[in-house]
């Protein structure tokens, strides 16, 4: 069974950095894509930013870009989320999720992390 532990959130202000992690277990992440989400008060969920743990190939939403890092390291099984230039409109629970499938089919979930950014 796949358990997700974020850790790495907080208060920062409008400029900020922060970073994420997500300690995985359970399974062999090899062939999992990993995915950083968030949704603020009164949002849907939105997607943040995917790994392909294979060959680290990644993908971020639009609003990150450029701001915004996934990376993994593969001896400790951990996904990272690096983000820099934090604007109060990034401010949400931020929640890592593991997809077996590739297909953007995210399985298992962690708890989330509080993101707050002031302005």
């Known amino acids: 069974q796949v358990q997700l532990v974020e850790s790495g959130g907080g208060l920062v202000q409008t400029g900020g950095s922060l970073r994420l992690s997500c300690a995985a277990s359970g399974r062999t992440f090899s062939t999992y894509t990993m995915g950083w989400f968030r949704q603020a008060p009164g949002k849907e969920r939105e997607l943040v930013a995917a790994?392909?743990?294979?060959?680290?190939?990644?993908n971020y939403a639009d609003s990150v870009k450029g701001r915004f890092t996934i990376s993994r390291d593969n001896a400790k099984n951990t996904v990272y989320l690096q983000m820099n230039a934090l604007k109060p409109e990034d401010t949400a629970i931020y929640y890592c999720?593991?997809?077996?499938?590739?297909?953007?089919?995210?399985?298992?979930w962690g708890q989330g992390t509080q993101v707050t950014v002031s302005s």
């Open positions: 790994l392909r743990w294979s060959d680290g190939n990644t």
């Open positions: 999720a593991a997809d077996p499938s590739g297909h953007g089919r995210f399985a298992s």
